[in-house]
């Protein structure tokens, strides 16, 4: 079993930054990828940026060159670097782990952490 808590989310004004973090415990040396998903009000849980242990890093169109995912394979950490914020990135942000070859695959998932950006 794989627990996951996220930290770091806030109120920002619209152009500013935030840094989410999450740290995985409990079973995890055989954790393939972590995640940050992102879930608007009425919105689907959508995937914003994910790690593997190797490093590759993928992201959604809508946050390239803005964010950037990193981890810790020896901390079991992943965190992600929120720049240039817009109101349309406000939405609870969830981190994921995953010991699937995908991280679109079953996996662990933290209680979220709130991102609300003003206008």
């Known amino acids: 079993q794989v627990q996951l808590m996220e930290s770091g989310g806030g109120l920002v004004q619209a152009g500013g930054s935030l840094k989410l973090s999450c740290v995985a415990s409990?079973?995890?040396?055989?954790?393939?990828?972590m995640a940050w998903y992102r879930q608007g009000a009425g919105n689907q849980r959508d995937l914003v940026a994910a790690?593997?242990?190797?490093?590759?890093?993928i992201y959604a169109d809508s946050v390239k060159g803005r964010f950037t995912v990193s981890g810790d394979n020896a901390k079991d950490t992943v965190s992600l670097q929120m720049n240039s914020l817009k109101p349309e990135d406000k939405a609870v942000y969830y981190c994921?782990?995953?010991?699937?070859?995908?991280?679109?695959?079953?996996?662990?998932w933290g209680q979220g952490t709130q991102v609300t950006v003003s206008s």
């Open positions: 790690i593997t242990s190797g490093g590759h890093t």
């Open positions: 409990g079973v995890t040396l055989k954790l393939n990828a």
């Open positions: 994921k782990a995953t010991s699937s070859r995908s991280i679109h695959d079953l996996g662990y």
